[in-house]
T-cell receptor, first 115, second 115 residues
Framework: AQKVTQAQTEISVVEKEDVTLDCVYE???????LFWYKQPPSGELVFLIR??????QNEISGRYSWNFQKSTSSFNFTITASQVVDSAVYFC????????????FGKGNQVVVIP | DTGVSQDPRHKITKRGQNVTFRCDPI?????LYWYRQTLGQGPEFLTY????????KSRLLSDRFSAERPKGSFSTLEIQRTEQGDSAMYLC?????????????FGPGTRLTVL
């Protein structure tokens, strides 16, 4: 069974500070995919990043970066130099190749960026 | 706009009534998913279609729920004899179905309120 855990907390940061969101997952599949989605107040889920289970290389994409560690089943996400527009709920999600790629979401992290 | 669309965006109904929601996926996406999101929680998987075939249903999908994708394009989700516990955001997502690019693209959702 696939499971994603995010410490459901509201995180407040002052603009331009960095914010890191933690995600821990459980899966029995050997091939799986990890995602981060953003849900702004408008409600629509916006895809941010994806990582495959066979690729642990950490990358930076603009102000987003992520740290994927299979050894600890963690997929943490960092927003660098936060902006007010980053205020949203962020969801970590997992899909398994054997599970029709359905997504299992964590409970989300509410990020509030204070100007 | 070629994104996922959902209709209606909001639906208010009285307990016991039937409601139907529509989802139009991104064209040529053969995978379509329905999720339900309640307040303060992450989305939860309901059902999955590959083309016109409904291949998986969650235990969350009680007998009062039915989904179709008759021609492998748009999909409908019907809830019969609505209950107050059905109040939630219903999200539709589509995916090209290629494991190399399996991210799901979400629509804006239909917010259901059952009085």
């Amino acid at each position: 069974a696939q499971k994603v855990t995010q410490a459901q907390t509201e995180i407040s940061v002052v603009e331009k500070e960095d914010v890191t969101l933690d995600c821990v997952y459980e899966t029995r599949d050997t091939t799986y995919y990890l995602f981060w989605y953003k849900q702004p107040p408008s409600g629509e889920l916006v895809f941010l990043i994806r990582r495959n289970s066979f690729d642990e290389q950490n990358e930076i994409s603009g102000r987003y970066s992520w740290n994927f560690q299979k050894s600890t089943s963690s997929f943490n996400f960092t927003i660098t130099a936060s902006q007010v527009v980053d205020s949203a709920v962020y969801f970590c999600a997992l899909s398994e190749r054997e599970g029709n790629n359905r997504l299992a979401f964590g409970k989300g992290n509410q990020v509030v960026v204070i100007p | 706009d070629t994104g996922v669309s959902q209709d209606p965006r909001h639906k208010i109904t009285k307990r016991g009534q039937n409601v139907t929601f529509r989802c139009d996926p991104i064209s040529e996406h053969n995978r379509l998913y329905w999720y339900r999101q309640t307040l303060g929680q992450g989305p939860e998987f309901l059902t999955y279609f590959q083309n016109e075939a409904q291949l998986e249903k969650s235990r969350l999908l009680s007998d009062r729920f039915s989904a179709e994708r008759p021609k492998g394009s748009f999909s409908t989700l019907e809830i019969q004899r609505t209950e107050q516990g059905d109040s939630a955001m219903y999200l539709c997502a589509s995916s090209p179905g290629d494991y190399r690019s399996n991210e799901q693209f979400f629509g804006p959702g239909t917010r259901l309120t059952v009085l």
